[in-house]
């Protein structure tokens, strides 16, 4: 039996001398995750390389829900240290990172809105939820008050109010926290506006509320919202779907849609008066701190009032930023490297 024990103890401390050894072969962070947060976390990495001698972090864009299946797979170099999401980590998220030796610390940065946005050389839009979730859910209410598929073409067959533009919106794939943030704030909210989708149990109505038309008026453009940017100015009468920094840089050519009454802007996501707005995170692998040099650091960086502050230079990128006895729970967070308990 005692030698079953110090076997079991001499393969555990082999284990973690692995780790630590093999950790120590990288000595640049490897951040991966949301499109939303990338232009975020990339200002901060390079402001990291720049000032605190440690070296640039790696930063990919993945989408929140690649990056989190990344940074939960397992822990050692191979596996990324950090990743951003526009979503909050889910149960089962937590749950597979926990199955694989990882302790997830979540750090809350500010928050961001969801923009429908398109060029300024197309019509402006003034939508409510409800004609958005009738330009693109799959299913509709029909004339007898019965779902059937989507029948509108144009914008203006869903109201009159509307431009008599064909629907045509590029979005995120399902693998993005801002289709996730999408389908939630926008696409389920504007199917409660209608009694014979609003009573249905719930399984039943995510059926209806979350499934998107796949008939050409949606397009998944991928998780470069640049990109989304760039074809938008090539097609006026398209709309896009992206986080409200995007439309902040790109202002000079991109107009954003007044979604129930109130616009996109930096004023009315702060205080909530935007309905479609999210907050935004990075998780960190807190087995990984001590190991890859600089994590600790970079998250400090991160949390800085210089950084994400009322007056921090990621306001010039379009983030929100969080009230600041919340900011400072989460620097202390994520300087004890709390674990998350959800």
Avoid at 110 to 118: K, P, T, W, Y
Avoid at 161 to 183: H, Q, W, Y
Avoid at 292 to 314: H, K, M, N, R
Wanted: charged share 25%; proline share 6%.
């Amino acid at each position: 039996m005692l030698k079953h024990i110090l076997s079991a103890t001499t393969l555990t401390v082999f284990a973690g001398m692995t780790l630590a050894g093999t950790a120590q072969a990288r000595d640049q962070i490897r951040i991966v995750g949301s499109s939303t947060v990338f232009p975020f976390s990339t200002t901060v990495a390079e402001q990291f390389g720049k000032t605190s001698g440690f070296k640039t972090p790696v930063v990919e864009s993945t989408g929140s829900g690649g990056g989190l299946k990344l940074f939960c797979s397992g822990v050692g170099t191979d596996h990324p240290d950090i990743t951003n999401a526009s979503r909050r980590i889910k149960k089962s998220e937590v749950e597979k990172c926990n199955a694989n030796g990882i302790t997830v610390v979540e750090i809350k940065v500010g928050f961001d809105g969801i923009v429908l946005a398109n060029s300024k050389n197309g019509p402006a839009f003034n939508v409510a939820r409800k004609q958005v979730f009738l330009a693109l859910a799959a299913k509709v209410p029909g004339p007898n008050g019965d779902l059937i598929e989507n029948p509108y073409k144009n914008w203006s067959d869903v109201d009159k109010s509307l431009p008599n533009e064909k629907i045509e919106v590029l979005g995120p794939p399902p693998t993005s926290g801002t289709r996730d943030a999408f389908v939630e704030l926008v696409m389920r909210e504007g199917a409660k506006e209608f009694p014979q989708i609003k009573a249905l149990e719930k399984k039943a109505f995510r059926a209806v509320s979350d499934r998107i038309r796949e008939d050409g008026a949606f397009v998944e453009a991928g998780e470069n919202d640049n990109l989304i940017v760039q074809k938008l100015e090539a097609n006026p009468e398209a709309v896009g779907i992206f986080g409200f920094s995007f439309l902040d840089q790109n202002a000079d050519k991109m107009q954003g849609a007044v979604v129930d009454g109130q616009e996109p802007t930096f004023e009315n996501i702060a205080s909530g008066a935007y309905p479609v707005s999210r907050s935004l995170f990075f998780y960190v692998k807190k087995e990984h701190v001590g190991t890859i040099p600089g994590i600790a650091e970079f998250v400090g960086e991160f949390t800085s009032d210089d950084a994400a502050g009322e007056d921090g230079y990621l306001l010039d990128k379009g983030l929100i930023p969080l009230p600041q006895a919340d900011l400072e729970a989460y620097r202390k967070a994520g300087a004890d490297l709390t674990p998350l308990s959800l």
